[in-house]
């Protein structure tokens, strides 16, 4: 079988794809990536992937545009959808896989004019406008938050199941924001530093460091927080 795997822009995303494709080529599929060349999509699948072929076509997001600027970008994926479409022919595409962002666009839209089978996978609680708009014309859409999902849970690497471990302490603990700082996260992070300061949590379960990286107003509201409460000595951000 022949499978496209589309979308990106951030980790999040990529990290789905990679993840994917791995699978795919382990059960002997041929696959190709269609991405963007803006976001991170070529730092992740340029030089070394699992992928047969990749391409990344010119195009931005559209979402937080206005005016000339979203003319200009949906004017962008538009000429993107036509390169997609020759890809799709070109490589007899028989599925393509969504896994969200602006990336995702022309070879999505591209799948549904082509009458090929369109799959979606949302990594996210709130579903990402395209996978929203997109998602009434998929055969099949994935998400941890879908009741209806015939899938639960996210895809992960071979690498993790390998090195995977029972452990009888733990020692670090690294919480990961995301694109806009991930709130809910910083906020988990907030209550495991108090609670290991007041020796709230059980010795066992009692990191000996707290690494925190992210981004956005949220984390930098953390940050502050970590400095006022005398925490930020056991964090990294």
Known sequence: MKLCITGGGTGGHLMI?????????????????????????????????????????????????????????LYKVFQAFLEA???????????????????????????????????????NSVEGRLNRLLKKYAKSFISAYDKNSPVKGYPVKEFFYKNARCRDKLKTIIFLGGSHGAKAINDLALHVAISCKRWILPSYTRPERLIMKGSGRSMTDLVFQLSFMDLQKNCRS
């Not at 730092?43 to 990344?56: A, D, E, L, P, R």
């Not at 666009?105 to 799959?119: D, Q």
């Open 17 to 73: 794809a990679e993840a994917l494709s791995e699978a795919a080529v382990a059960d002997g599929y041929e696959v190709i990536f269609v991405g963007s060349t803006s976001g991170q999509d070529r730092k992740y699948f340029q030089k070394y992937s699992n992928f047969s072929n990749v391409y990344f076509l010119e195009t931005t997001g559209v979402v937080n545009k206005k005016g000339i600027a979203k003319i200009n970008a």
């Open 85 to 123: 479409r020759k890809i799709l022919k070109k490589h007899k595409i028989q599925a393509v896989y969504s896994v969200g962002g602006f990336s995702a666009a022309p070879a999505s839209f591209a799948s549904l004019s082509l009458f090929i089978p369109l799959f979606i996978h949302e990594q």
